[in-house]
């Protein structure tokens, strides 16, 4: 499992985002402090808290172009 620090502020972005994680096969979650929902789907993203930053984490080992592509929503 890999975990990636992003920020999702905006709706384009959270569309953005699922369009993108959608295209892999790997289970993966958001977190919200204690708060966990499915990555792919952008009813329970739209749950969470977006004005703080969220962790993803990927379970899956081979994830390093779903990391490379995940630079757009870096937490800056």
Known sequence: MKSVSISL???ELVKS???LVNK???DMDLRS???VV???SILGIFSLN???PLTLEIHCDDCDQLIEELK???NV
């Open 17 to 19: 985002f699922v369009n």
């Open 38 to 40: 499915d990555a792919k």
């Open 72 to 74: 757009t929503f870096a």
């Open 24 to 26: 892999y096969d790997c």
């Open 9 to 11: 502020s905006e709706a």
């Open 50 to 52: 977006l004005s703080s």
């Open 33 to 35: 402090g204690r708060f």
